[in-house]
């Protein structure tokens, strides 16, 4: 019994070593490049790098609209003009619906 103990213990301390100086571990990085450490998986998604996600999340126009309202001397307003907007890749119809998302949050501050 007490062979066995040992006999598992010992595969059990096998599969916990860390092989990233195995020289096949170390080509496999080197070939994939240091961007590989940066992957990051979610059980519903398909897997992304960190860099696609941060891009994507910058190219987002609600992403980029929702930054720029700021409230300033007590009222809610868009800090970035329509040209500036129309440069960046807003649609005049995202600029709009973020104009009238700033006037009810504003009237809503005005009934309190």
Same mark, same amino acid.
């Given at each position: 019994?007490?062979?066995?103990?040992? #006999?598992?213990?010992?595969?059990?301390?096998? *599969?916990? $070593? &860390?092989?990233? =100086?195995?020289?096949?571990?170390?080509?496999?990085?080197?070939?994939?490049?240091?961007?590989?450490?940066?992957?990051?998986?979610?059980?519903?998604?398909?897997?992304?790098?960190? #860099?696609?996600?941060?891009?994507?999340?910058? *190219?987002? $126009? &609600?992403?980029? =609209?929702?930054?720029?309202?700021?409230?300033?001397?007590?009222?809610?307003?868009?800090?970035?003009?329509?040209?500036?907007?129309?440069?960046?890749?807003?649609?005049?119809?995202?600029?709009?619906?973020?104009?009238?998302?700033?006037?009810?949050?504003?009237?809503?501050?005005?009934?309190?």
């Amino acid at each position: 019994m007490k062979r066995f103990f040992y #006999l598992v213990l010992l595969i059990l301390s096998y *599969s916990c $070593v &860390d092989h990233s =100086m195995d020289p096949q571990y170390l080509d496999e990085q080197e070939k994939t490049g240091g961007l590989r450490s940066l992957i990051t998986k979610s059980p519903s998604t398909p897997q992304e790098d960190s #860099l696609t996600i941060m891009s994507k999340l910058q *190219s987002d $126009v &609600d992403n980029l =609209m929702m930054g720029r309202v700021i409230k300033k001397d007590s009222l809610f307003v868009l800090a970035i003009k329509r040209e500036d907007a129309l440069f960046l890749g807003v649609s005049e119809d995202v600029y709009d619906k973020y104009l009238d998302y700033i006037d009810r949050l504003n009237e809503h501050l005005k009934e309190k």
